[in-house]
């Protein structure tokens, strides 16, 4: 990992959260063919509080409409895939050791507690998502999660095993890398649109 992922395993400004979390905003609401809410003078903590609802909401909506939740969960993890892919270049992750430091530097911004170990074991003990999602919510969601992690290690697998929103103490998941080591990927130039992890 490069010095400026190395500087954000410690802080982040305040102004790279903002955008990220605009970003996210953007992706669901594209995701979901639903308007983009105005966000004017609210504090960081109220905009993520504000996209819980919203996630909350478009979902609840795609449901209760039979819409195509199939094209919903594609186009998410299509744009965090290409997120988890420019912050990849950006920390300079170059090993699954990198992919786990830099997945617990996104999900801290969000509120959530992430612990993930180089072997790939991944716990979530504190998510404030939890709070507003339902299950099935949750595991639309969570293609979020999939397509961060493929772009974050140029294509490697997030399998949730168990959901604080099913009811557990906690979440627990299993990253797989793809074989390959990371710096040889790259050299390949594959490029995110390849994600297809929902």
């Not at 050791?97 to 911004?109: G, P």
């Not at 074991?121 to 969570?142: A, L, P």
Request: hydrophobic content about 35%; some cysteine; glycine content about 10%.
């Amino acid at each position: 990992m490069n010095l400026l992922g190395r500087i954000a395993s410690v802080y982040v400004p305040s102004y790279f959260k903002r955008r990220g979390l605009r970003t996210l905003f953007e992706m669901t609401a594209s995701a979901f063919g639903a308007e983009m809410p105005h966000l004017g003078e609210l504090s960081y903590d109220e905009r993520i509080e504000r996209y819980a609802l919203f996630t909350k909401s478009v979902v609840d909506y795609a449901v209760q409409n039979l819409h195509d939740l199939g094209l919903a969960r594609r186009q998410l993890c299509r744009g965090a895939c290409d997120l988890g892919d420019q912050l990849r270049k950006r920390f300079g992750v170059s090993s699954n050791s990198d992919v786990m430091v830099a997945c617990r530097i996104v999900y801290r911004c969000i509120g959530i507690d992430f612990r993930g170990t180089d072997s790939g074991d991944i716990t979530i003990c504190k998510c404030m998502f939890s709070n507003y999602y339902s299950e099935q919510t949750c595991g639309i969601v969570s293609c979020l999660d999939k397509g961060l992690l493929a772009g974050l290690s140029h294509g490697g697998k997030l399998n949730f095993k168990q959901r604080i929103t099913e009811g557990m103490d906690c979440c627990k998941a299993e990253f797989t890398p793809t074989e390959d080591d990371l710096e040889i990927r790259d050299r390949r130039g594959f490029r995110s649109w390849w994600c297809n992890c929902c």
